[in-house]
T-cell receptor, first 113, second 117 residues
């Protein structure tokens, strides 16, 4: 079945550092890919998405490019802030999963001032 | 963007009692809603898919008699945890897919933290 694998956390960075959180997927067909963010004690918020190969999703300085050849959707940000501290989930929908969303295990990000 | 409201945000109940959690799509109709469970520092586990007017589809390993799901209208789905026990304590999150949009659009509620004492 479809699956999402993302890098283990926690990840701790200093403010203004460069961020990469790796995400790879396994799916049949042509899934859509997402990054969700969960702030402490809250539900999930969609951060960005890409619906087809070579699409780049971007929001709040975060970017991710849908790479079909490497089945990847890595999340990047050039300069992180303390307010970016949260748990980030890579996810996919479509493929063999139909309307279900399949989540990765989540990566906890902590930013030091 | 579309809004999904989940209520209550926190609930504490005694062991053996039942708890109902509501999930509402406030500004769109949702033929399909999903219920997830999140364990501490873990990812979201899909429990069931709720379809308006029909029985929910449960994922393998989820007890349908313990987690009752009702999707009576296009804007409301409920999850009832019956005869709750401390091991049912968790963070429950619903999501709703917007009708008429491709299957890539889902919106999440704020989550409900259930503590069974």
């Amino acid at each position: 079945g479809d699956s999402v694998t993302q890098m283990e956390g926690p990840v701790t960075l200093s403010e203004e550092a460069f961020l990469t959180i790796n995400c790879t997927y396994t799916a049949t067909g042509y899934p859509s890919l997402f990054w969700y963010v969960q702030y402490p004690g809250e539900g999930l918020q969609l951060l960005l998405k890409a619906t087809k190969a070579d699409d780049k999703g971007s929001n709040k300085g975060f970017e991710a490019t849908y790479r079909k050849e490497t089945t990847s959707f890595h999340l990047e940000k050039g300069s992180v802030q303390v307010s970016d501290s949260a748990v980030y989930f890579c996810a996919l929908s479509g493929g063999s999963s139909a309307s279900k969303i399949i989540f990765g295990s989540g990566t906890r990000l902590s930013i030091r001032p | 963007g579309a809004v999904v409201s989940q209520h209550p945000s926190r609930v504490i109940c005694k062991s053996g009692t039942s708890v109902k959690i509501e999930c509402r799509s406030l500004d769109f109709q949702a033929t399909t809603m999903f219920w997830y469970r999140q364990f501490p520092k873990k990812s979201l586990m899909l429990m069931a898919t709720s379809n308006e007017g029909s029985k929910a589809t449960y994922e393998q390993g989820v007890e349908k008699d313990k987690f009752l799901i009702n999707h009576a209208s296009l804007t409301l789905s409920t999850l009832t945890v019956t005869s709750a026990h401390p091991e049912d304590s968790s963070f429950y999150i619903c999501s709703a897919s917007r009708t008429g949009v491709t299957n890539t659009e889902a919106f999440f509620g704020q989550g409900t933290r259930l503590t069974v004492v």
